[in-house]
């Protein structure tokens, strides 16, 4: 992220702003429904528990807490409005 946040500090002109989108609560929903699908194929008997259990996904959605951290070491922006929807 903060490579991320230093190529955009080069591009926006001085007094611009960004705005980041993550998709962070609308992944663990995303996650929760696709753990319940699995979980549900294996109790019907058409998938193996193990292959659940041996299933990974690598991916990293910044909390707000991880991303304000990140922005307040780059010192190159300020968050003016953080919010969950």
């Known amino acids: 992220m903060e490579m991320f946040f230093n190529a955009r500090a080069g591009e926006i002109v001085p007094g611009g702003m960004m705005v980041f989108v993550s998709p962070f609560l609308c992944y663990i929903r995303l996650m929760g429904f696709f753990g319940s699908s699995l979980m549900d194929l294996v109790n019907e008997g058409k998938l193996d528990e193990s292959l659940v259990d041996s299933f990974n996904l690598p991916m990293y959605f ?9 922005v307040e070491k780059n010192g190159c922006f300020s968050i003016e409005m ?3 929807r």
């Open 62 to 70: 910044p909390s707000p807490q991880d991303m304000t951290k990140v």
């Open 82 to 84: 953080m919010g969950l």
